[in-house]
């Protein structure tokens, strides 16, 4: 069984190589390592074997685990309520979850409370899939000219997707390319609001697959630190 610093070093080769099958390479994709249920002593293993980005899916797992792990960039990667927004605008670098106009509002107002310009990814559900959250690819031009013209606390740097699952990643190519294809053409605008840095896609199972569809932000949490166990989850 491998130590978490030896996966993370398995990742990075991974990532390296899918990176060069489509001329770029390793360093040009973030790794955000995924901690949902795991102690504040997991990640601080991580951020020891190089991690610098951590996501979570949960406020609460943010709030608990905060003050116990070492200095690192927090993402939310998960589904974010409007009443939970407050608890965490000073603590994250970037929220990938923003699956509604209703949440911008919230974030730009608990941003500027803060005096903070929040970064922020749309989420996409290109899949259209009924158990996952996100816009469809046809209502992310509106939601991007909403948040423009009425959320001076927010900047845009890019997209976020999670695929369906499917047990060959190759069939869910078509649902990267596909936000692929918006984040392109939507990071041509120019707006100081509007910075497309980032494209979130992939996870464990199919993050190669992501990269070689032009993601540059991949989100790994049991290639990293092995199965959850949920038991340990509020």
């Known amino acids: 069984m491998r130590t978490i610093k030896e996966n993370i070093e398995k990742i990075n080769e991974m990532k390296a190589a899918a990176a060069a099958q489509c001329g770029r390479t390793g360093d040009d994709v973030l790794l955000v390592g995924v901690t949902k249920t795991r ?32 200095p ?47 970064d922020i990814l749309i989420q996409v559900n290109s899949a259209q899939e009924e158990s996952k959250f996100g816009i469809s690819t046809d209502e992310t031009e509106e939601m991007i000219r909403q948040i423009l013209e009425n959320c001076p606390n927010i900047r845009i740097r890019g997209l976020m997707c999670i695929a369906p ?56 949490g049991t290639a990293i630190f092995g199965e959850r166990d949920y038991s340990k989850q509020k």
Do not use: C
């Open 165 to 220: 699952f499917a047990e060959d990643p190759n069939d869910i190519r078509v649902y990267f390319a596909e936000v692929k294809k918006l984040y392109d053409q939507y990071g041509k605008i120019q707006h100081e609001r509007l910075d497309f840095q980032y494209l979130s896609m992939g996870m464990s199972h199919d993050f190669e697959v992501a990269i070689l569809e032009g993601s540059n932000l991949v989100r790994v």
């Open 72 to 118: 690192v960039r927090w993402h939310m990667i998960g589904h974010l309520q409007t009443n939970k927004v407050k608890y965490i605008i000073d603590k994250v670098s970037m929220i990938h979850s923003v699956d509604s106009y209703k949440l911008a509002e919230e974030i730009n107002k608990r941003a500027g409370q803060h005096g903070l310009v929040m």
């Open 39 to 70: 102690t504040a002593d997991e990640i601080n293993e991580g951020i020891d074997a190089g991690l610098t980005d951590i996501g979570e899916n949960k406020v609460q797992e943010i709030m608990d685990k905060y003050d116990f792990v070492k």
